[in-house]
T-cell receptor
Framework: GENVEQHPSTLSVQEGDSAVIKCTYS??????FPWYKQELGKRPQLIID?????GEKKDQRIAVTLNKTAKHFSLHITETQPEDSAVYFC?????????????FGGGTRVLVKP | NAGVTQTPKFRILKIGQSMTLQCTQD?????MYWYRQDPGMGLKLIYY???????DKGEVPNGYNVSRSTTEDFPLRLELAAPSQTSVYFC???????????FGQGTRLTVV
């Protein structure tokens, strides 16, 4: 089945700097790659996603890139702010026996220092 | 429109007891998922379903069972609870393939 690896597990940045989180996936059939943000004690929420026919997508201060050949994708956060402090999860979606299967990476804890 | 609702929010079980974690959604979404999140760790897929009557195992199905008799409900059953099942459990629902998954607020389960 699909395996998603995420690095780093923790990331500390100074406010205003950029943060980059990288993920690799194993199943070449995966075709959808969302990113979720989980604030302390809260549920995960989607922040951005990318489909396999697109190489890059941007939404204000966040962007995601996808390299299908290498089977890796990355999240970029620019001009980080204290409210960006959270755990970020990447995921890969493909089709299993019961339909759409969403597999998550291990998460990255981001701390933005004021 | 409540989205995805999980009950209970907290539960303490004794080793060997059984319980059902409830998940219901009012979005008429076909796809539903159960994940567990251990402290400081990622989300591991337990079971998932594409619609009523169709379920499949995820990465960590052992010790759990699910059923999907209706579109709205996707309960997770724990038989013979073990300390290793201490975790936060999240249910999620997705409308169409490769779209946003909406999560419930989670159930924090402790097995002692």
């Amino acid at each position: 089945g699909e395996n998603v690896e995420q690095h780093p597990s923790t990331l500390s940045v100074q406010e205003g700097d950029s943060a980059v989180i990288k993920c690799t996936y194993s199943d070449s059939a995966s075709n959808y790659f969302p990113w979720y943000k989980q604030e302390l004690g809260k549920r995960p929420q989607l922040i951005i996603d990318i489909r396999s026919n697109v190489g890059e997508k941007k939404d204000q201060r966040i962007a995601v890139t996808l390299n299908k050949t290498a089977k890796h994708f990355s999240l970029h956060i620019t001009e980080t702010q204290p409210e960006d402090s959270a755990v970020y999860f990447c995921a890969a979606s493909g089709f299993g026996a019961a339909g759409n299967k969403l597999t998550f990476g291990g998460g990255t804890r981001v701390l933005v220092k004021p | 429109n409540a989205g995805v609702t999980q009950t209970p929010k907290f539960r303490i079980l004794k080793i060997g007891q059984s319980m059902t974690l409830q998940c219901t959604q009012d979005m008429n979404h076909n796809y539903m998922y159960w994940y567990r999140q251990d402290p400081g760790m990622g989300l591991k897929l337990i079971y998932y379903s594409v619609g009523a009557g169709i379920t499949d195992k995820g990465e960590v199905p052992n010790g759990y069972n699910v059923s999907r008799s209706t579109t709205e409900d996707f309960p997770l059953r724990l038989e013979l609870a073990a300390p290793s099942q201490t975790s936060v459990y999240f249910c999620a629902a997705m409308g169409q393939p490769n779209t946003e998954a909406f999560f419930g607020q989670g159930t924090r389960l402790t097995v002692v």
